[in-house]
């Protein structure tokens, strides 16, 4: 008798399929991609695109890359992209994809209204929306539009609409600025949490665990998550370990490691794994992500690391699915 195929590894809570040039590979090689060590993907785009302007780049295009001096502007097609290469598998593979709307501007109070059009028009593909971001390093002040904000009540629209229709929310806000003051207070921990605290009907997901690219751990950063997750007020947060820039802090010391294993032990029913690679088309760089975790891994218990792994993620996103198609028979397309 043939051996039983061994069960997936973990499911993929942040993973982009294209990058900020609309690129990537399509979704039936990303399947490939995932194998049979991946059990499920909350699949999305980037909202933003990278503007050609030919005055500054001439008739090449800059590359794509944060650190050249290329503006980026929404993109809501990409919504529409997403979409389409979902509806374009057999139901088999669909079962394996979370597709996220992100085509939409959080300055914009019809923000909530794109998300609105875009369940309506495709009905039974988006399960959340997200990722996308507030503050960012390297990605808000390239963005030829307003500056997002915490506290635009455009934003706020935003979120208080998801929670009607159940949509799992996957946001980007770095904790602090890159460069902060020493014994400052991060700069923006304070207002993210009056914005969670204003939205307790709407289950969110903080990208990094608050870290970004530049902006390192603060000071007692696990502390700080800790507290987050021991208040009631915010029982309706959690938070993904996801990209490899994160996975860099997390053994700088052996205390930052210890004290990081022994926070997701202990609260591992809020924690999802991502990797967050962009237009991922090879195993090797895919799954490389999960193995720089791996002392997280071997550190955490066999409970703990199956619910970061994938018990999480099904929990999660099973909920918003059955939520979200209740939302989408009740509010027919009126075309």
Same mark, same amino acid.
């Given at each position: 008798m ?8 973990f499911s993929d ?12 590979? $399509?979704?039936?090689? *990303?399947?490939?991609v995932?194998?049979?060590? %991946?059990?499920?993907?909350?699949l999305f785009?980037?909202?933003l695109?990278?503007?050609?302007s030919h005055?500054?780049s001439?008739?090449r ?6 650190? @050249?001096?290329?503006r980026l502007?929404?993109?809501s097609?990409?919504d529409a992209q =997403? ?7 057999p139901?088999e593979?669909r079962?394996r ?10 300055? $914009?109070?019809?923000?909530? $209204?794109?998300?609105?059009? %875009? ?6 593909? *988006?399960t959340g929306i997200?990722?996308?971001t ?6 808000? @002040?390239?963005?030829?539009d307003e500056?997002?904000s915490?506290r635009?009540?455009a934003? &706020?629209r ?8 159940g ?14 003051e020493e ?5 923006y921990?304070?207002?993210?949490k009056?914005?969670?605290?204003r939205?307790?009907?709407?289950r969110?997901?903080?990208?990094h665990v608050?870290?970004?690219? =530049? ?5 007692s950063?696990?502390? =700080?998550?800790?507290? =987050?997750?021991? &208040? ?5 947060v959690?938070?993904d370990? @996801?990209?490899?820039?994160v ?6 010391t052996?205390?930052s ?10 609260r591992?029913?809020?924690?999802? *794994?991502?990797t967050?690679?962009?237009g991922?088309t090879d195993e ?16 955490l ?13 099904r929990?999660?996103? $099973? ?10 028979a ?6």
């Amino acid at each position: 008798m043939a051996a039983s195929a061994a069960p997936p590894v973990f499911s993929d809570s942040h993973v982009h399929l294209t990058n900020y040039l609309q690129e990537g590979p $399509d979704a039936r090689r *990303f399947l490939e991609v995932m194998g049979t060590r %991946v059990e499920r993907a909350a699949l999305f785009g980037i909202p933003l695109q990278q503007k050609w302007s030919h005055r500054t780049s001439g008739d090449r295009p800059p590359p794509c890359s944060l650190l @050249s001096n290329a503006r980026l502007y929404y993109y809501s097609f990409t919504d529409a992209q =997403i979409a389409m290469e979902y509806l374009s598998l057999p139901p088999e593979a669909r079962a394996r994809f979370d597709p996220m709307i992100t085509g939409f501007n959080p300055t $914009d109070m019809y923000g909530a $209204d794109h998300v609105r059009r %875009v369940l309506q028009t495709f009905p039974g593909v *988006f399960t959340g929306i997200g990722e996308f971001t507030i503050h960012a390093q390297f990605v808000t @002040s390239k963005i030829s539009d307003e500056v997002a904000s915490l506290r635009d009540p455009a934003l &706020d629209r935003l979120l208080e609409f998801a929670g009607e229709v159940g949509l799992v929310v996957l946001v980007h806000n770095d904790m602090d600025a890159p460069f902060p003051e020493e014994g400052a207070a991060p700069a923006y921990l304070a207002q993210m949490k009056e914005l969670l605290r204003r939205h307790p009907r709407t289950r969110i997901i903080w990208a990094h665990v608050g870290v970004g690219r =530049i902006a390192r751990p603060v000071e007692s950063h696990a502390a =700080i998550i800790a507290s =987050i997750l021991d &208040d009631p007020a915010f029982d309706h947060v959690c938070f993904d370990i @996801s990209w490899d820039e994160v996975a860099k802090y997390l053994d700088i010391t052996p205390e930052s490691a210890r004290n990081v294993a022994e926070l997701v032990n202990r609260r591992a029913d809020r924690f999802l *794994f991502g990797t967050d690679l962009v237009g991922p088309t090879d195993e090797a760089t895919y799954f490389a992500v999960y193995d720089l975790y791996g002392r997280l891994w071997e550190r955490l218990t066999e409970e703990a690391s199956e619910l970061v792994r994938r018990g999480n993620y099904r929990r999660l996103f $099973d909920e918003a699915r059955r939520k979200v198609r209740a939302w989408e028979a009740a509010h027919p397309h009126a075309g």
